[in-house]
């Protein structure tokens, strides 16, 4: 009988847990061109060291560089001109006529991380003049997760891909 009264608390503990702690499944396949959200888990800690935004031909470069392992991520349009973080709801005032958040877990909060983002050259600042990406923002950093927002010219699809030396999740967006 004991075992049943637990029963509850744990399932409760489950579902706490859960709400709490969103999980990044392994969506999409890399290296692929789509508009579906995108997701992959892997079980690290990593410090984001820069952002960076380059036009290639046929497509915007977008580079996510860590100190360490590519972090657990999620890549999705979201499906409106708001923005759903801890801090609550708010209007995205960028570039763009389209949003793209990219969350990226596990990243530890600490006086150096903080520097880095708070140093001028972390990503670029302002509209950018490129033909699909617009402008970049940074979303919440909170409790591991760190949320970036992209503004697009239109929806356009992207492909992810992850490079090693260094370690970096790399978004291109079609145009």
Request: aromatic letters at 14%; charged letters at 25%; one cysteine or more.
């Amino acid at each position: 009988m004991k075992g049943l009264r637990a029963l509850p608390i744990a399932a409760l503990g489950l579902v706490f847990c859960s709400a709490v702690f969103p999980q990044f499944q392994n969506a999409g396949k890399l290296d692929t061109w789509t508009t579906r959200p995108f997701a992959r888990q892997h079980s690290t800690t990593s410090f984001v060291r820069a952002v960076r935004v380059a036009k290639q031909k046929g497509f915007d470069h977008v580079v996510f560089e860590f100190d360490g392992p590519v972090p657990n991520y999620e890549i999705k349009y979201l499906k409106s001109g708001y923005y759903e973080g801890e801090a609550g709801r708010r209007r995205i005032r960028i570039a763009g006529s389209r949003f793209i958040q990219v969350t990226l877990n596990q990243i530890p909060i600490d006086e150096n991380q903080v520097k880095v983002i708070e140093a001028k050259n972390f990503m670029p600042q302002g509209r950018l003049k490129l033909p699909a990406v617009a402008q970049l923002d940074q979303g919440e950093f909170f409790e591991g997760f760190f949320d970036f927002l992209i503004g697009v010219n239109g929806r356009k699809q992207f492909r992810v891909s992850e490079l090693t030396n260094p370690s970096r999740l790399v978004i291109d967006f079609r145009y």
